[in-house]
């Protein structure tokens, strides 16, 4: 399993903007699909987004779509949530996830990673939206 270290979190005015990074320590996220979760206080863990293990398969929640972008860079080793627009309702833990063989699910109002899929889980950064 890998290790996985969320950064980037903090507080935000609504309609700001921050990027959040997931890195892979002491190891690569080669070979593997990724995908960004939040949960929010009282709330289950929702998949708001995942990339895949080229980076060219990006899927996101529709609760987040045209808002939030996903992207990996091979180089720093990193896969990234660009989140725009925030709002009171985005305020939640979000953590990343890593898997091998990670599949798609597909619903009639969107289509992610299978969740169960992921094995190697970060602890979360805090995202926080208010005025």
Do not use: H, M
């Amino acid at each position: 399993q890998l290790q996985l270290v969320e950064s980037g979190g903090g507080s935000v005015q609504p309609g700001g903007s921050l990027r959040l990074s997931c890195a892979a320590s002491q190891s690569t996220l080669d070979g593997y699909a990724v995908g960004w979760f939040r949960q929010a206080p009282g709330k289950a863990r929702e998949q708001i987004s995942c990339i895949g293990k080229f980076g060219i398969l990006k899927l996101y929640a529709r609760s987040v779509k045209g808002r939030f972008t996903i992207s990996r860079d091979k180089v720093e080793n990193t896969v990234y949530l660009e989140i725009n627009n925030l709002g009171p309702e985005d305020t939640a833990v979000y953590s990343c996830a890593a898997g091998r063989n990670v599949n798609q699910l597909l619903t009639n109002i969107q289509t992610l990673c299978v969740q169960d899929d992921f094995d190697s889980w970060g602890q979360g950064t805090q995202v926080t939206v208010s005025s």
